[in-house]
């Protein structure tokens, strides 16, 4: 279906791009735009595309391409816009290092181990998926527990089930899509069950794919246990209190033979941690400039392994810029420094990118911590003095505040840090 060219590996590149999905793919053509030769983007899997693939849903695009387009569809206009833009792509390759100088080594099927000489290096490696251990579900430890993303790839990939009748636990978004997609199948959903007061995916995925399909979302309900000798039999769910603690004397049974746990993604930062790149306890992506620029000079770094995203549209955005930069970089060009801090205060999780600068325009990207309707946006000096404020008719954590910043909303501004606040009108 997604075809790659075959090619020869050079010793020698411009650029390499850890990551061959939407992020990975998008910097690699932008890289070359900016006129970088030689831009290689390695990959682990079989095909590039990344979790696109698997995403068969529409939904993608609306931004980026004025269409909507379902994710192998958009996986595959990128995929030929980079290599008709000249980059080659190194499929069946994980890239396990980026040396002090930008050495990149990396193991292939094709190649074995190799060291490639590189100038600049683009990370671009995705997200992976919280499990059962990552959140201490007690109980037995039967077949039939998967995480949504591995239940998608079954169903979509492979052709194959995970089960008859499933509770689904988390109401992010992979969880809703594969909520209506199991129900599709002639699979019972028995019902969602989401920890937190408010769902945790976009609005358009509950409406979607839980309220047209009658599947029912428990809010502020968890699982307290897994029963089964070999496969699951039941799982047990509670309502939980204003501290999200279970109220075990309330809770019933919901037969099932699969539990899907659908509780988060959490950015790939191996090599992240092992290039010992500054993170952001909260995203657990590397802190990034402007430029989007880690903190280690020439490595660029963009996509859900930087902060999970919920529109691919944005990745596309956020590659383009870490692309640029880097191709830049690797004809010599440093990226100008940034001379202002982003500091997440009142309501706000993140802000990404981690610092700007007063002369260019940003878009910043942050996520909220609670929902609030009828809001504003505010950045103020840390001493309080409002420099910017744009109204919100709303917000909730799952989805993504965009906030574009022109050089002309800062002009009066001459501190070197921005309090970020969203606070109630
Ligand atoms: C189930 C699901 C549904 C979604 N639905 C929508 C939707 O409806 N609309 C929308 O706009 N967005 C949607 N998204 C979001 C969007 O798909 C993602 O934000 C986007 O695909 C992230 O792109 P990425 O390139 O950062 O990561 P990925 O697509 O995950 O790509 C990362 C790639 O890096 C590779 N890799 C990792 N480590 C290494 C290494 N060391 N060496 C080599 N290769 C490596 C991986 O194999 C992978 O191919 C959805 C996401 C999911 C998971």
């Given at each position: 279906?997604?075809?790659?060219?075959?090619?020869?590996?050079?010793?020698?590149?411009?650029?390499?791009?850890?990551?061959?999905?939407?992020?990975?793919?998008?910097?690699?053509?932008?890289?070359?735009?900016?006129?970088?030769?030689?831009v290689l983007v390695v990959d682990r899997e079989t095909e590039a595309g990344g979790i696109l693939l698997q995403c068969i849903h529409a939904g993608f695009g609306l931004h980026h391409f004025g269409e909507e387009l379902t994710g192998p569809e958009y996986a595959q206009r990128v995929l030929e816009a980079a290599l008709d833009g000249g980059v080659d792509v190194l499929t069946d390759a994980y890239l396990l290092d980026v040396g002090a100088d930008r050495a990149v080594k990396l193991l292939s099927g094709e190649h074995g181990v190799a060291t490639l000489d590189t100038r600049a290096a683009v990370l671009a490696m995705g997200a992976r998926e919280r499990t059962r251990s990552a959140i201490r579900i007690p109980g037995e430890r039967p077949a039939g527990v998967f995480t949504a993303g591995l239940a998608q790839r079954l169903v979509n990939l492979h052709g194959v089930l995970p089960g008859r009748r499933v509770a689904i636990l988390g109401s992010g978004d992979i969880g809703l899509i594969m909520a209506r997609r199991l129900t599709l199948e002639g699979v019972e959903v028995a019902g969602v069950f989401e920890l937190l007061p408010h769902a945790n995916g976009l609005t358009r995925n509950v409406v979607q794919c839980l309220h047209d399909f009658d599947i029912p979302l428990h809010l502020s309900t968890t699982v307290i246990g897994i029963d089964g000798r070999d496969r699951v039999e039941r799982v047990t769910v509670a309502p939980v209190d204003d501290h999200r603690r279970p109220l075990p004397d309330r809770a019933w049974d919901v037969a099932c033979d699969t539990l899907l746990v659908s509780v988060?993604?959490?950015?790939?930062?191996?090599?992240?941690?092992?290039?010992?790149?500054?993170?952001?306890?909260?995203?657990?992506?590397?802190?990034?400039?402007?430029?989007?620029?880690?903190?280690?000079?020439?490595?660029?770094?963009?996509?859900?392994?930087?902060?999970?995203?919920?529109?691919?549209?944005?990745?596309?955005?956020?590659?383009?810029?870490?692309?640029?930069?880097?191709?830049?970089?690797?004809?010599?060009?440093?990226?100008?420094?940034d001379n202002v801090r982003l500091q997440p205060a009142t309501n706000v999780a993140y802000c990404v990118p981690h610092t700007i600068s007063t002369e260019r325009e940003h878009t910043v990207y942050l996520r909220v911590r609670n929902p609030l309707e009828r809001c504003v946006l505010r950045l103020s000096t840390p001493d309080g003095v409002v420099v910017h404020e744009r109204k919100l008719r709303y917000v909730v954590p799952p989805e993504m505040v965009n906030l574009r910043l022109r050089p002309a909303v800062l002009a009066d501004f001459h501190g070197d840090a921005l309090q970020v606040e969203v606070l109630a009108r």
């Open positions: 279906m997604i075809d790659a060219r075959p090619h020869v590996l050079h010793d020698h590149y411009d650029v390499v791009v850890a990551g061959g999905g939407p992020a990975g793919l998008g910097a690699a053509l932008a890289a070359r735009e900016a006129g970088a030769e030689r988060g993604l959490i950015p790939e930062n191996e090599l992240s941690r092992q290039l010992r790149l500054r993170l952001d306890p909260v995203t657990q992506g590397p802190v990034v400039t402007s430029a989007m620029e880690t903190s280690r000079d020439g490595v660029f770094a963009c996509g859900n392994v930087v902060h999970i995203h919920d529109l691919v549209d944005f990745v596309s955005a956020e590659a383009t810029l870490a692309g640029h930069h880097a191709g830049l970089f690797a004809a010599g060009r440093h990226p100008r420094a």
